[in-house]
């Protein structure tokens, strides 16, 4: 969420991001409601300061009735600023957060900026399967039963599949845990104000599976209780960066994608990812983005797949995020590249929202940034080395580091 001290002393600033994010937000009754906060404020000063002066006087019926009068106003007035306080709360988390620096300007994903590539796309001499067909010829996927079990979106990994996605998991969080992170389970169930917090609220619902009769939601994302983990608190300066390597099953209604990447297992309602989460001081946040991504590329490089890096335009940013990089893979069926992993740096967004600060040295206080990133979302991962790693006669070879943990280097079909 934005301080509202730097919407009023940054209006034109901010009215300009809310037209490079293409969104019609009017902030004039924001700023009606911060100029009535702030004569209530006073207001209650005032009021404050003459009952403490009556307090100091000699007692009397003249005095004791001015006292009732006072607090009886003082009582009104802190009402009707906590009413005001909680319009413009409401507010102001609507805004998204304010674009960071060297974003491309743009409206949508069409003008997202390549970054870098690395690896070339294997030229086959036969016309490539997708993953889903692959995954059913190997026994390896299997959507139909899914749906049986589940309804549409839905997917069972099967043999080796299995063994390759635990492979991934053992590998990514092994070199995490190299990095500094700390690997973390956190619960697949979140409260509403964890969704706020993570500035995923009060945005659409839809995207969102809710508990019936319960104020709880299935996670979209290791983001959403990683986020939460220090609400409230005030970290040591020294104990920054905390990092975290959250392994979760997430959970989206894929509401809005217009059937989009509705064969395969692309894009499902359920799917396990690694999540790499950073707590940091606000002058390191945009360089722990760049290591995150460096850690996504760590990845892709071993797998030998074919990737590029591309930095999301303004139009085309998330509400959270200040900027955010796409590691995209090579699908050799779609003959493009394929969203694997996001990174995002969201600033002090996330940290104002659940009031997590950091104390320096010299004994400030300070809201901390916060910065996630997609180590790995597994369901996607397998996606592209099915597709990278088919041959023509119809087996998949297993890339050289998930080897081991497959026990086989080809698989055959059955």
Known sequence: MLDIKFVREHTPEVKKMLKLRGKEIDLSPILQLDEDRRILLKKTEELRTERNKISSLKPSPETIEQGKRVKEEIKTVELQLDGVGKQLEEKLSWLPNMIGPDVPEGRDESDNQEIRRW??????????????EIGKRLDLLDLETAAE???????????????????????????????GFQPVIPPALVKEKVMWGAGYFPGSRAGHYKLEG????????????LSAMHAEETIAEEKLPLKYAGYSTSFRTEAGSYGRDVRGIIRVH???????????KPQD???????????????LRKLEIPYRVVALCSGDLGTVAAKTYDVEAWIPSQKTYRELMSASN?????ARRFNTRYKTKEGKTELVHTVNDTASAIGRTLVAILENY??????????????????????VPK
């Open 119 to 132: 690896g070339e796309p294997k030229k086959f001499d036969f016309e490539p399967l997708d993953h889903l």
């Open 285 to 299: 946040s945009y360089s722990q983005l760049e290591k995150t991504v460096e850690n996504n590329e760590w990845l």
């Open 390 to 411: 088919q041959q023509k006669d119809g087996s998949v070879g297993v890339p050289e580091i998930l080897q081991h943990y497959v026990g086989k280097k080809v698989i």
């Open 149 to 179: 079990i589940a309804g549409p979106r839905m997917g069972i990994l099967k043999n080796e599949a299995v063994l390759m996605q635990f492979g991934l998991v053992e590998l990514v969080l092994k070199f995490l845990i190299g990095q």
């Open 346 to 350: 969201a600033t002090d967004y996330q």
């Open 270 to 280: 359920q799917f396990d990812k690694i999540e790499q989460f950073i707590f940091t």
């Open 214 to 225: 319960e104020e709880l939601y299935l996670a979209g994302t290791a983001e959403h209780p």
